[in-house]
Nanobody, 125 residues
Framework: QVHVIETGGGLVQTGGSLRLSCAASGRTFSGYPMGWFRQAPGQEREFVAASMTYNTYYTDSVKGRFTISRDNAKNTVYLQMNSLKPEDTALYYC????????????????????WGQGTQVLVSS
């Protein structure tokens, strides 16, 4: 059985930083996409960032501020979030797929088979 668990959320002031971690167990995702999505109160869940072998993808609003990385040996993906803004406040979900993807395919929620429960990020102004 596959489990995906996010950690690292919390409360931070505007301009601060947080690092989210996502550990997967039950199968290896080396060579397959892992990504981050977020859902703000009253809004739909949206794509944030994804990592697929040699490529990374970001939504425009986080480019230059967030960095996704992964440690395949640990089956773990990270999201380093810098220069945080109040609009980054959301429940952040990690997701993993058992199929490869490319381009916009890596940004679709339907691409991902396994999801964590989410970790809350709150950015105060």
């Amino acid at each position: 059985q596959v489990h995906v668990i996010e950690t690292g959320g919390g409360l931070v002031q505007t301009g601060g930083s947080l690092r989210l971690s996502c550990a997967a167990s039950g199968r290896t995702f080396s060579g397959y996409p892992m990504g981050w999505f977020r859902q703000a109160p009253g809004q739909e869940r949206e794509f944030v960032a994804a990592s697929m072998t040699y490529n990374t993808y970001y939504t425009d609003s986080v480019k230059g501020r967030f960095t996704i990385s992964r440690d395949n040996a640990k089956n773990t993906v990270y999201l380093q979030m810098n220069s945080l803004k109040p609009e980054d406040t959301a429940l952040y979900y990690c997701a993993a797929s058992k199929n490869s993807c490319a381009g916009v395919g890596c940004q679709r929620q339907s691409t991902y088979d396994y999801w964590g429960q989410g970790t809350q990020v709150l950015v105060s102004s």
